[in-house]
């Protein structure tokens, strides 16, 4: 897989369900950030995880990083249908480069 | 809480007239960028730009993209002669170091007939 890669591509739930979705990448990272984009909308920030941090929390979302595994996983609680959109993964790599590096996306349909 | 804004949010142009996509960084940032997204594939980065020069670029930035900071806010995207395939949602982002939170705007969705 290409670096940056979340699965499931797609994950329908019920609201209130808990909904994880993940991501592998291959080279060595820095940090590793997650995004969520509604519908042909912009970008919006949801958390970074550094390459020396395992777990962290922000409201109902929790990520996890194993960097001997190179994966992160996505953990969003309680969903509710306003969850309903993409969510990216982005890796920056402990090369120098300061491109961020993003993967398919999993699309998160959460229904009422 | 300050973002990023972009302008305009939609753009049509016909092939071989230049765009100019415009940013506003988020104000005490130092690090800019931009992406696309071609509908329905990846982000992807183009540029980044940091103390008034590019400091990285993919190979999708040939000569006909170019980025400049005229003044202190605003930070553009210029294409020369546009393309077909230069149909894409185009990103800006910021940062305020190298390795931090990448902020990025609404995008500018362009379309060339």
């Known amino acids: 897989s290409q670096q940056g890669e979340e699965d499931p591509q797609a994950l329908s739930i019920q609201e209130g369900e808990n909904a994880t979705m993940n991501c592998s990448y291959k080279?060595?990272?820095?940090?590793l950030q997650w995004y969520r984009q509604n519908s042909g909308r912009g970008l919006v920030h949801l958390i970074l995880?550094?390459?020396?941090?395992r777990e962290k929390h922000s409201g109902r979302l929790r990520v996890t990083l194993d960097t001997s595994k190179k994966s992160s996983s996505l953990l969003i609680t309680a969903s509710r249908a306003a969850d309903t959109a993409s969510y990216f993964c982005?890796?920056?790599?402990?090369?120098?480069?300061?491109?961020?590096?993003f993967g398919s996306g999993t699309r998160l349909q959460v229904q009422p | 809480e300050p973002e990023v804004t972009q302008t305009p949010s939609h753009q049509v142009t016909q092939m071989g007239q230049e765009v100019i996509l415009r940013c506003v960084p988020i104000?005490?940032?130092?690090?800019f960028y931009w992406y696309r997204q071609i509908l329905g594939q990846k982000v992807e980065f183009l540029v980044s730009?940091?103390?008034?020069?590019?400091?990285?670029k993919s190979e999708i930035f040939d000569d006909q993209f170019s980025v400049e900071r005229p003044d202190g806010s605003n930070f553009t995207l210029k294409i020369r002669s546009t393309k077909l395939e230069d149909s894409a949602m185009y990103f800006c982002?910021?940062?305020?170091?190298?390795?931090?939170?990448?902020?990025f705007g609404p995008g500018t969705r362009l379309l060339v007939l």
């Open positions: 982002a910021s940062g305020q170091g190298h390795q931090e939170t990448q902020y």
């Open positions: 080279t060595s990272i820095n940090n």
């Open positions: 995880i550094r390459s020396n941090e």
């Open positions: 982005a890796t920056d790599a402990d090369t120098g480069r300061r491109a961020l590096t």
């Open positions: 104000s005490n940032h130092l690090y």
């Open positions: 730009f940091y103390n008034n020069e590019i400091s990285e």
